[in-house]
Each structure stands twice: as C-alpha cells, then as structure tokens.
T-cell receptor
Framework: DGGITQSPKYLFRKEGQNVTLSCEQN?????MYWYRQDPGQGLRLIYY???????QKGDIAEGYSVSREKKESFPLTVTSAQKNPTAFYLC????????????????FGPGTRLTVT | QKEVEQNSGPLSVPEGAIASLNCTYS??????FFWYRQYSGKSPELIMS????GDKEDGRFTAQLNKASQYVSLLIRDSQPSDSATYLC?????????????FGKGTTLSVSS
C-alpha cells in the first residue's frame, strides 16, 4: 500500500520539552511538506523540502526544525522555543508533474495532534 | 502576501441539492488549483484539481476556473449527508516542483437529510 504515514496520532508533552513528529512516505515523491492547522486558521506552511538534504523555511518556521536525510522521511522537531505548539500537524508530499492534470498534486498524511501543557 | 479567500460558512443544503463553494485568490499568476475535503478531526483529502479555464467534472463534482476573475468554484451535485465536511481551496502559485500550496481557511458544508 502506497501512502504517507505519520506517528504518533496523538502526542502529549509538557512545556519546555522538544518533541519529534515522524513522517514517512513510500510514494517515491521528491517533495515533502509540513503544515500546521489551528482552528479557524487554515493550513500554514512550516517547512518544505524539494530534495534530499535540502529544505526551506515556510511562513511559520520559528521554533521548528527539520531534516531530510532520506527521500522517504521528513521528521519535524517542535522545540521549546515554539510559543504555541499545540496544533494539528500535517505532513504532505507532492507527485511528479502530470501533463494530464497540468499540476503537481499534494497528498496528506493522517496528521499528528500535539498537545502541550 | 498571496491570499486565498473562502466564505467560512456554514453552507447548508438539503440532501439532493447542488452545493456551490467559492474561492478567490490574489496572485494573478497562479497556475493550478485544488479542492480538498476535510472531515472533522481528519486530514485533508484531495478531490479535484484544475489548471485551465473552464469546467472539469469528476462524478458528482465539478470544478470551475476563471483566471481572469481569479475565481475557482466547486459544485457538488446530488449532495449527500456524507458530503458534510470542510472544503479547502488551495492554489499553487508557481506550478513548479516542490512548491508549497496556499490554502484558504475552508468552507463548512452541512447537508441535511
């Protein structure tokens, strides 16, 4: 089965602790993304990676870090510097260009709901 | 700042009716457009993509794009209660590999039986 997996589904942490969210894909996609979703806020881009060993900051990268050592994996670390870390975190990857669709389609994993108290 | 605007709703329609969801975007150069469906507590699911002006149909779903008006819409025919969800409009501003999408905040659709 091809797809994107995220773990864990739910994560609870105390304030001041770093936490790493896992994202793995077996779709052979080059590009991967991390978004954050808050109620009423829509999806906001944290980091993205177009290729292994390369990544760029998104709109809200402060307090987060990523690595891309393997094509299949794009873990996100939420550090203690992130002021409001409680949110729904979504990992995505994008397809090869489809001449039929004329676009790069992006697919999401199931998400990790992080609660920090 | 590139923006995507959607009416937050809720949009309420009776079962069997046509639901019409609308989206506008600010970047005139945007290339491709997507509609995602998101059930409460779940991740977004891609349901339609469109990149050229006009209509694109897939089953009960029709996406409509008007680049001159910077407007994209989604029509859902014969709406079912299972269509009740939040619908996210997303725009790819560059249509290049590895380009992050810009999302609207979503429209909540409620289909009553």
């Amino acid at each position: 089965d091809g797809g994107i997996t995220q773990s864990p589904k739910y994560l609870f942490r105390k304030e001041g602790q770093n936490v790493t969210l896992s994202c793995e894909q077996n779709l052979n996609h080059d590009a991967m993304y991390w978004y954050r979703q808050d109620p009423g806020q829509g999806l906001r881009l944290i980091y993205y990676s177009q290729i292994v060993n390369d990544f760029q900051k998104g709109d809200i990268a402060e307090g987060y870090s990523v690595s891309r050592e393997k094509k299949e994996s794009f873990p996100l670390t939420v550090t203690s510097a992130q002021k409001n870390p409680t949110a729904f975190y979504l990992c995505a990857s994008s397809d090869e260009f489809s001449a039929d669709r004329g676009s790069y389609e992006q697919y999401f994993g199931p998400g990790t709901r992080l609660t920090v108290t | 700042q590139k923006e995507v605007e959607q009416n937050s709703g809720p949009l309420s329609v009776p079962e069997g009716a046509i639901a019409s969801l609308n989206c506008t975007y600010s970047d005139r150069g945007s290339q491709s457009f997507f509609w995602y469906r998101q059930y409460s507590g779940k991740s977004p699911e891609l349901i339609m993509s469109i990149y050229s002006n006009g209509d694109k149909e897939d089953g009960r779903f029709t996406a409509q794009l008007n680049k001159a008006s910077q407007y994209v819409s989604l029509l859902i025919r014969d709406s079912q209660p299972s269509d009740s969800a939040t619908y996210l409009c997303a725009v790819n501003p560059l249509n290049q590999a590895g380009t992050a999408l810009i999302f609207g905040k979503g429209t909540t659709l409620s289909v009553s039986s």
